[in-house]
């Protein structure tokens, strides 16, 4: 517990002489004191819990979780590994308060799923059932006041396979807030994005595009133009889950668009290449 409240208790600050060192690179506006994220992994819950004596139905659950040091940033990632999370949600709960809450939410899918396990096995009809259960979210790297995250999530709960996505999140550390694409985007840039990773789409995966990709504007903006997106070596890229754009099979399909491609898309204080 004394761990915990160490971790959460409070930020880490560049020193102005630190900042200077990014002087040439930064925009004017963004020239203050940037928080800088020190990551420490904590793994919240771990449970495995077997059907004796064979021990091949289990029941298996691990979240992991990169704490940041910046109370407000922890709060925020955490809402993501909630197991009852909901998109838009907002918990006041504290840090410490959201870690226990998952704790017990862990505890709780362990033992409704043995008892579901143990139920089959021990029924008439004894047939084999597994559940696995994992969510882990890591820091990716902080570009001046920029801060990249991703979560990967995967659930068996039986059949032939189980379900998995990547989700990445970028937060911007001066304002305090999560940046979703409209606030990347130039105005009326939509449109040239679009453009832009339907291109793409059909050069790499064009053999799905007759079954995967409406022929409506709108239904290709509302896929297409996704939130999950993360800033790499590449440019940006921008992640699709298994069944969106293509079968199981082909996994998540990742559209990268260079950074001289961005030029006229994304807002320049973005980009952070000048």
Known sequence: MQRLKRLVAGGFLLSSLSIGAFAAAVAPQAMQQVPLIVPQLLNVAEHKKCYEPDEQSCATLQIQFEATGLPWLDSALLERLDMQYEPGQQLSDSVEQKLLGIEQQAADWLVESYAEIKEARDSAQSYAL?????????????????????????????????????????????????????????????????????????????????????????????????????????????????????PYAEGEVRLSLAYHQLADIIKPEYLLIN
């Open 130 to 246: 597994a559940y696995d259960y994992q969510d882990s979210l890591r820091f990716i790297a902080q570009r001046h006041h920029l801060a990249s995250f991703k979560q990967f999530f995967y659930t068996y709960t039986g059949g032939a396979h189980g379900m998995y996505s990547t989700r990445y999140l970028l937060f911007d550390l001066n304002a305090r807030q999560q940046l979703l694409l409209p606030d990347l985007l130039q105005r009326f840039a939509e449109s040239k994005l679009l453009e832009q990773l339907r291109a793409l789409y059909l050069e790499n995966y064009g053999e799905y595009a007759e079954h995967w990709l409406s022929d409506n504007l709108a239904e290709q903006a509302e896929i297409l133009l996704t939130d999950n997106f993360v800033f790499n070596e590449q440019g940006l890229t921008f992640s699709y889950p298994p069944y969106v754009l293509g």
